[in-house]
């Protein structure tokens, strides 16, 4: 942690974060990542007694009020600054703030930014060249624009809680378990206000950058599930047919489970001759010999993967079929992640020191940059740790702060 930092793709861009819980907190943390210098504005009072971001008491036990796990895995490389936006003088330091920052994201609603005076127009006429990233709910111009949207409501409304139906037939729909909208709703922002400082570079104008959740999960989903209806009249029906097949799961070992997936003829055929059949017997029978009748009967081969993988261990599947290079994994439980061989040999946690929180786990930026590196320079904040610091930037003094 004591190693020289090389400065990461996005140095010297000024950040102003008004995010918080996880879609619009997510993206920031990327471009924190990617060494942004990044300022979360905190309100105080807000939600809990403590203030701030609800997110910082989402998660039990914490070491200490404020400081929740979740918070500790989407706010580092940020500075904490403590304002409240509805006074004069927390007003008036925000407009400075952004006078002089090249991107602000936030997370608030239209209707709550333009109460606040904080909509794009009035940013504007204090920064005409900044990128303002308002991560929505939902696109402006329909009617759910003014609705609040949570990871569940948006798994609900695009079909997600559909998809395991499909699989098992049970018409109870059901949440993926996992926050998988604002994540990758968040990926999205995040791409978005690199794209958006891009263009900032080049022509040195700024521009309002939409992020509508709803549609940004939408789009995840239906570019796989829209399937037979991409076609006009349709050529079969919704949902990718390979996926929701119920056979389409890990595959028990003698000892633990398996993830198999050959894809080509010689695969199919090296791991059916592993488990006794002869060999290339498997691509000999018409109901297998191509891809596509493959995925006509897959019913079958899935039935017939099930019965093979219970020949031997999973370690001796993943030795015998890595050396046919054929596609498998072991299936790892929650409990076993962190200790992957390969996430140990390229460092994917990292064990660290808060100043306050103490040792604790982060997940390492998982894409790596040969010339501007992705970082961890700073340690998620404490409520309004850096107040004191970025005021005294802008205002010139600690005296004027007091």
């Given amino acids: 942690m004591n190693q020289t930092i090389q400065p990461g793709a996005l140095e010297g861009v000024r950040v102003i974060d008004m995010t918080s819980v996880l879609f619009g907190a997510y993206a920031s943390q990327i471009l924190g990542d990617l060494g942004a210098d990044v300022v979360k504005i905190e309100a105080p009072g ?27 895995h989407y706010n580092r490389n940020k500075r904490s600054v403590l304002l409240d936006l509805k006074q004069p003088d927390g007003a008036e330091r925000m407009r400075a703030l952004l006078a002089d920052a090249d991107v602000f994201i936030t997370n608030v609603r239209m209707k709550g930014l333009k109460a606040l005076g904080f909509d794009y127009e009035s940013v504007k006429a204090l920064n005409e060249n900044i990128v303002f990233v308002h991560c929505a709910g939902y696109g402006a111009g329909g009617p759910y624009s003014d609705r609040q949207a949570y990871d569940d409501l948006i798994q609900a409304a695009v079909g997600a809680a559909d998809l395991s139906s499909r699989v098992d037939g049970d018409p109870m729909p059901r949440y993926l378990p996992s926050l998988v909208a604002d994540k990758s709703s968040g990926l999205f922002a ?47 029906k919704y949902g990718y047919s390979r996926v929701f097949n119920p056979n389409r799961h890990p595959y028990k070992t003698k000892d633990g489970y398996l993830a198999i997936l050959p894809y080509s003829d010689k695969q199919w055929d090296d791991f059916f001759e592993l488990g006794g059949m002869g060999a290339g017997m498997f691509t000999k029978d018409p109901r297998f010999a191509t891809y596509a009748k493959r995925t006509e009967n897959i019913s ?53 020191e808060h100043p306050t929180e103490g040792p604790y786990v982060s997940l390492r930026h998982p894409v790596r940059f040969s010339e501007t590196p992705a970082s961890i320079r700073r340690e998620p904040p404490r409520l309004g740790e850096h107040t004191d610091e970025v005021l005294a930037q802008l205002a010139g003094t600690q005296d004027e702060i007091a």
């Fill in 46 to 72: 807000q939600e809990r007694a403590g203030g701030g971001d609800i997110f910082r008491y989402t998660g039990k036990p914490a070491k200490s009020p404020g400081m929740g796990p979740m918070f500790m």
């Fill in 300 to 352: 079958e081969v899935y039935a017939m993967i099930k019965e093979v993988a219970l020949t031997r261990t999973t370690e001796d599947w993943v030795t015998e079929l890595g050396k046919r290079n054929v596609p498998c994994m072991k299936v790892n439980r929650l409990e076993e992640v962190l200790d992957d061989p390969h996430l140990q040999a390229v460092e994917f946690a990292e064990h660290r």
């Fill in 190 to 236: 995040a791409y978005a206000t690199m794209a958006a400082l891009f263009h900032q570079q080049r022509t040195g104008r700024g521009q309002f950058v939409e992020v509508p959740m709803f549609e940004c999960f939408a789009y995840l989903n239906m570019t796989e599930n829209l399937y037979g209806h991409t076609f006009d009249p349709p050529t079969g």
